[in-house]
């Protein structure tokens, strides 16, 4: 079986063990090769219902979508030679019992994210490249490089605050900075259309 098109493989696919708690996010050419091997199975919400699917089923499935014209704009897609099928969004490991420790990189993009790309001083939205980081308690003062001491800051609010706390700059800060509960990245996804169903399975507060 060979499919086409790598953009919708390259989607995410949000994996859960077989309690149905979220353990993993992988790439839809994962979630199908497991699909196929039988290890896993498509879960679907519709409507407030859950429905399984082996792979077979979830094929069966989306041609019947086809033939009804039901797809939608948000949905990911893969071309096949034979067959057109849809990319599931959650799949479940069906011998799978563990629940892998929740570890959040800190790195520029997950700060950014954290902050929503928002100058924690100024208050505007800003695109990455415009952003920097920030040590709230500057380093020189023994300020760490830490989730509670680092903000998003745009380069003018950057340069004006200088070596100083923002107390000393006369700056106040959008919001206290602390480390996210869940990591940024999924949060981002879960704010989009494409991948809301993962609300089901995580808490993104």
């Not at 091997?37 to 792979?55: L, P, Q, R, S, W």
């Not at 949905?75 to 099928?85: A, G, K, L, P």
């Not at 609010?157 to 959008?174: D, F, H, I, S, W």
């Amino acid at each position: 079986m060979r499919f086409e098109q790598s953009k919708p493989l390259q989607s995410n696919v949000l994996v859960l063990n077989r309690m149905f708690v979220a353990v993993h996010v992988l790439s839809a050419r994962r979630a199908f090769c497991m699909l196929c091997k039988g290890v896993a199975e498509v879960v679907h919400i519709e409507d407030g219902i859950y429905n399984t699917y082996d792979f077979t089923g979830w094929l069966a499935a989306s041609e019947l979508k086809t033939e009804f014209g039901e797809r939608r704009d948000h949905e990911d897609w893969i071309r096949s030679i034979n067959f057109d099928v849809e990319v599931p969004r959650v799949i479940r490991v069906l011998r799978y019992d563990r629940i892998p420790k929740s570890v959040i990189k800190f790195n520029r993009r997950n700060v950014f994210l954290r902050d929503e790309h928002r100058c924690q001083y100024c208050g505007r939205v800003f695109g990455s490249h415009q952003l920097s980081l920030d040590h709230v308690l500057p380093r020189s003062r023994g300020g760490k490089s830490s989730w509670d001491n680092i903000v998003s800051a745009c380069l003018k609010c950057n340069v004006r605050k200088g070596n100083r706390t923002p107390q000393e700059a006369g700056m106040k800060l959008y919001c206290k900075p602390k480390k996210p509960r869940r990591s940024p990245v999924m949060v981002q996804k879960i704010n989009s259309e494409k991948y809301e169903c993962w609300k089901n399975f995580i808490d993104a507060r």
